[in-house]
C-alpha cells in the first residue's frame, strides 16, 4: 500500500481488498468506480491498481499530510461512514483515492465484540446517524425535519410490529432507527 501511495503524488487515501476469512470471499465493496458513459456507480474487484469514489474501510493507508489539509475526521460521524466522508472530502481537494490490488486485509466482520441486543441496537443507532449526517453534509439527501418525523413515525410503528410478532432483533433495529431520526 505504501508503494502504491509512492507510485501516486495525488493519492490520499489507499485501500486494500477486504477478505473475509470466515465466509471465504472478498468484500463486493472493496473500490467503487463512477462510469461517467452510462452515468452508473458500480462495485469491483479491479485487476490492477485502480483510482475509485470510495474505498473501504477495513484497512486505509492515509497521507497525513492531505488528511490534515482536508480537516481529519469529522468528529459527528462515529463508527460508520467516515470512510465515506473522508472519500469525499479528499475528492472535493483535488486528492485520489486508489484501490492497491496487491494489498489484501483479512476483515472478519463483526468480530469485534460479542453478540447481543444492545450491542446491536448501538450499531444501528450510529449507522443510521451517521449515515444521515454524510448524505446531509454533501447534499446527496436533503434531511427536512418533515422527512425525519415520518422516518420517525414509519420506523416506531415497524418497531411495534416485530414487537407484536416477537421478533426481537427486528424491533431492536427500527427502535434504533426510530432514535436515530431524534438527532
Known amino acids: 500500500m505504501l508503494k502504491v501511495m509512492e507510485m501516486y503524488p495525488k493519492a490520499m487515501v489507499v485501500g486494500a481488498k477486504d477478505y473475509d476469512p470466515r465466509r471465504k470471499v472478498y468484500s463486493p465493496t472493496t473500490a467503487l468506480y463512477y462510469n461517467q458513459k452510462i452515468k452508473q456507480q458500480k462495485y469491483l474487484q479491479p485487476e490492477g491498481d485502480t483510482s475509485a469514489v470510495m474505498l473501504e474501510g477495513g484497512c486505509l493507508l492515509l497521507h497525513v499530510e492531505y488528511f490534515k489539509k482536508i480537516g481529519g475526521f469529522d468528529e459527528n460521524i462515529f463508527m460508520f461512514y467516515e470512510e465515506y466522508d473522508i472519500g469525499y472530502r479528499a475528492i472535493e481537494k483535488g486528492y485520489d483515492l486508489i484501490h492497491a490490488h496487491k494489498a489484501t486485509v483479512n476483515h472478519r466482520r463483526e468480530s469485534s465484540s460479542k453478540p447481543s441486543l444492545k450491542v446491536y441496537y448501538i450499531k444501528v443507532l450510529h449507522f ?41 432483533k427486528r424491533f431492536i433495529k427500527y427502535i434504533a432507527r426510530t432514535h436515530a431520526n431524534l438527532y
Open 128 to 168: 443510521s446517524r451517521s449515515k444521515r449526517i454524510f448524505l446531509n453534509k454533501f447534499n446527496i439527501k436533503k434531511d427536512y425535519l418533515y422527512s425525519r418525523f415520518i422516518g420517525f413515525v414509519t420506523n416506531f410503528m415497524i418497531a411495534i410490529l416485530m414487537l407484536i410478532t416477537m421478533q426481537p
